[in-house]
Nanobody, 121 residues
């Protein structure tokens, strides 16, 4: 069984920073892409940032220049450094990972439980 556990959310003032962390655990053979998604009330879940196993990254236009995704493959962790936060960044943030478990040949998508980020004065 595989688990993704996020941490680091909270309440921050506009212009502030937060760092989200996500740890993968379980019967993991390998991890392909890892990423962060978010879902604001009344909106669809959207991709915020992603990182391939080789280190290539991609960002939503709305967060480019403010957010940075990074990963530690040895620790099976992915991070999201969020700077210059805006009220419109308020959402539940979800970690996602494409994980190949032992005994399987293809990856499955796994999701964390989500962590709330609120940007407000």
């Amino acid at each position: 069984q595989v688990q993704l556990v996020e941490s680091g959310g909270g309440l921050v003032q506009p212009g502030g920073s937060l760092r989200l962390s996500c740890a993968a655990s379980g019967s993991i053979f390998s991890i392909n892409a890892m990423g962060w998604y978010r879902q604001a009330p009344g909106k669809q879940r959207e991709l915020v940032a992603s990182s391939t196993s080789g280190g290539s990254t991609d960002y939503a236009d709305s967060v480019k220049g403010r957010f940075t995704i990074s990963r530690d493959n040895a620790k099976k962790m992915v991070y999201l450094q969020m700077n210059s936060l805006k009220p419109e960044d308020t959402a539940v943030y979800y970690c996602n990972a494409q994980i190949v478990v032992f005994g399987r040949k293809r990856h499955n998508d796994y999701w964390g439980q989500g962590t709330q980020v609120t940007v407000s004065s």
